[in-house]
């Protein structure tokens, strides 16, 4: 478990963690612990949005909340949202559309998807009554979609990457009992905030949904998941949880 931590937080995060070589039993629990490694992503958002300078409105709170988790993820899932857009966007076959995800450009799908996720993630969350609070629900439930995107039946679009790491490495089973306290610990953060426990829980809910309907168009259109991919699940993931959360 351990290991599976501390390869969660080395392969998501910025935080300098040695983590050991990343076999298929190191894999599968850091996608199972990707949850906890959003308590990170969410702290650094909330740094801006509770110790920034006095004075400063909400909209520029939430732009700086929003570009401190991208600082600590090094952009890693925007880059997947961008490239899977990319690809997605190209109409082509399967093959061609994944050798388009794996160039270093980007396009303009990457570049519209991108400007829109992160307008929205800012805007959401400066309408937030609690942005601390939301910012953690959603880097949390953002998360959760990566222990279901790499659950049994799914499987990898490519032989190599991380995708064919993680691909169908975790049960529905074990998908669930991450869930559970995710939606548990949300309904809490919500009762002790202005949020709401409802509005927390439909948050993660959303966000499971979003992911789950990207998936399947993902494994409809490439043949099975890639590491851009789950990055991609993940932004689109937190960004329908805050837009709950910004819901009045």
């Not at 392969?11 to 850091?30: E, F, K, N, S, W």
């Not at 998360?143 to 064919?164: D, I």
Request: proline content about 6%; aromatic content about 0%; charged content about 10%.
């Amino acid at each position: 478990m351990i290991a599976g931590l501390r390869l969660s937080v080395s392969l998501l995060t910025i935080v300098p963690v040695r983590a050991a070589d990343a076999g298929r039993t190191a894999a599968r629990q850091a996608m199972l612990l990707a949850p906890a490694t959003g308590l990170i992503v969410g702290a650094a958002a909330a740094v801006p949005l509770l110790l920034g300078p006095a004075g400063l409105d909400p909209l520029p709170r939430a732009v700086l909340a929003v570009a401190a988790m991208a600082l600590v993820t090094r952009a890693l899932h925007l880059d997947g949202l961008a490239d899977l857009a990319d690809g997605l966007g190209s109409a082509r076959p399967p093959a061609e559309a994944l050798a388009i995800m794996k160039r270093s450009d980007i396009g303009p799908f990457g570049v519209v998807t991108l400007l829109l996720a992160l307008l929205l993630q800012a805007a959401a969350l400066a309408s937030t009554p609690d942005a601390a609070a939301a910012v953690m629900i959603a880097a949390v439930g953002g998360r959760l979609a990566l222990p279901w995107a790499c659950r049994t039946g799914v499987p990898s679009a490519r032989p190599g990457g991380l995708g064919a790491l993680v691909a169908g490495t975790i049960s529905t089973r074990a998908a669930l009992a991450t869930t559970v306290p995710v939606l548990l610990a949300a309904a809490l953060t919500g009762a002790v905030t202005e949020l709401g426990s409802v509005r927390a829980v439909l948050a993660v809910s959303a966000a499971l949904l979003v992911a789950h309907l990207m998936l399947r168009h993902a494994v409809r259109r490439l043949g099975g998941v890639t590491g851009d991919v789950l990055g991609a699940l993940v932004e689109l993931a937190a960004t329908a949880a805050l837009l709950v959360l910004s819901a009045a």
